[in-house]
């Protein structure tokens, strides 16, 4: 398997821009979550979803964030207006259901907010 | 609400010593899996080791060793023979099998095997 892809693996944008992270999760897991890691706050888990549908997004930090998964293979995460703040790694990670599913990491996607 | 705590930002460990990462984990769900993930400075997420809230045994995997105390909610980390790549930031995590199968981490401990 091609494992959890990401794109793009490196934004630079501008204050206000609309940015968009895309995440294709590993074929036959019904669990996708994505993270934002920074020095500061370590790994935050922003949204999850299961089969597709949003479980938990109490970790998105405020409502210029969104996502989306439209099927099983697609997920996005947007950011508008994108603030400096929002620099940081966004990981996506996807799993199979069951306990000892472990979670398995896209290579991530670093943003440069200027 | 379900929380991970890693009390030791840095740690140091000599080459072919062993070392202890420790983790405390808080939750009401009876049923539940631990893990640990290194990363390493290419920033990568690589799983390490799997605990779950029902097993018996400790969990091993090659030089990771799980060291699983339920009652003290404690899943500490102990890696043998310390390498010079085992130089990381190691986190501890935690999935809740009734609470909607979310998955939290630590803060996470930045280990440095010194030569």
């Known amino acids: 398997d091609a494992g959890v892809i990401q794109s793009p693996r490196h934004e630079v944008t501008e204050m206000g821009q609309e940015v968009t992270l895309r995440c294709k999760p590993i074929s036959g897991h019904d669990y996708l979550f994505w993270y934002r890691q920074t020095m500061m706050r370590g790994l935050e888990l922003l949204i999850y979803f299961n089969n597709n549908v949003p479980i938990d997004d109490s970790g998105m930090p405020e409502d210029r964030f969104s996502a989306k998964m439209p099927n099983a293979s697609f997920s996005t995460l947007k950011i508008q207006p994108s603030e400096p703040r929002d620099s940081a790694v966004y990981f996506c990670?996807?799993?199979?259901?069951?306990?000892?599913?472990?979670?398995?990491f896209g290579e991530g996607s670093r943003l440069t907010v200027l | 609400a379900q929380k991970i705590t890693q009390t030791q930002p840095g740690m140091f460990v000599q080459e072919k010593e062993a070392v202890t990462l420790d983790c405390t984990y808080d939750?009401?769900?009876?049923?539940?899996?631990l893990f640990w993930y290194k990363q390493p400075s290419s920033g990568e997420m690589i799983f390490l080791i799997y605990?779950?809230?029902?097993?018996?045994q400790n969990a091993t995997e090659g030089r990771y060793s799980l060291n699983f105390q339920k009652a003290r909610k404690s899943a500490n980390l102990v890696i043998s023979a310390s390498q010079l790549g085992d130089s990381a930031m190691y986190f501890c995590?935690?999935?809740?099998?009734?609470?909607?199968?979310?998955?939290?981490f630590g803060p996470g401990t930045r280990l440095s095997v010194l030569p």
């Open positions: 605990q779950g809230s029902y097993d018996q």
């Open positions: 939750t009401s769900d009876p049923s539940y899996g």
């Open positions: 995590a935690m999935s809740n099998h009734n609470y909607g199968q979310n998955f939290v």
């Open positions: 990670a996807s799993r199979h259901r069951g306990m000892a599913g472990e979670l398995f």
